[in-house]
């Protein structure tokens, strides 16, 4: 399996950002997914995440009401909308997924509970 993240860019604050992230390779079943970002000098954080069939959310405090996570199984891929981005929102912003076919198993906020990782996408917001 490997996950490909794409999207990031540079911003001024107030913007917006859509990131997608593409798994590839075992693609039957199903997968809850993420999104996790590390700033420099920082340890990796919890973003979002959801359960396999979309049906399921949960965000960090910091970007509730302003990010929005969403999946489309058919393409099997997932999305980060990521609306009035502040500087504090500047990061390496990484996707991940774990298999699960279970609709409870959205509450995924450790980086050790995902298998699959993929490359960061930088998210730069500037004032």
């Known amino acids: 399996v490997q996950l490909q993240a794409s999207g990031g860019g540079s911003v001024q604050t107030g913007g917006s950002l859509r990131l997608s992230c593409a798994l590839r390779g075992r693609t039957f079943g199903g997968y809850a997914m993420g999104w996790f970002r590390q700033a420099p000098g920082a340890e990796r954080e919890f973003v979002a995440a959801?359960?396999?069939?979309?049906?399921?959310?949960y965000y960090a405090d910091s970007v509730k009401g302003r990010f929005t996570i969403s999946k489309d199984n058919a393409k099997i891929m997932v999305y980060l909308q990521m609306n009035s981005l502040k500087p504090e929102d500047t990061a390496d912003y990484y996707c991940?997924?774990?298999?699960?076919?279970?609709?409870?198993?959205?509450?995924?906020?450790?980086?050790?509970?995902?298998?699959?990782w993929g490359q960061g996408t930088l998210v730069t917001v500037s004032s």
């Open positions: 991940a997924a774990k298999p699960s076919v279970y609709t409870s198993n959205y509450y995924n906020t450790r980086p050790t509970d995902y298998d699959y």
């Open positions: 959801i359960n396999w069939d979309g049906s399921r959310l």
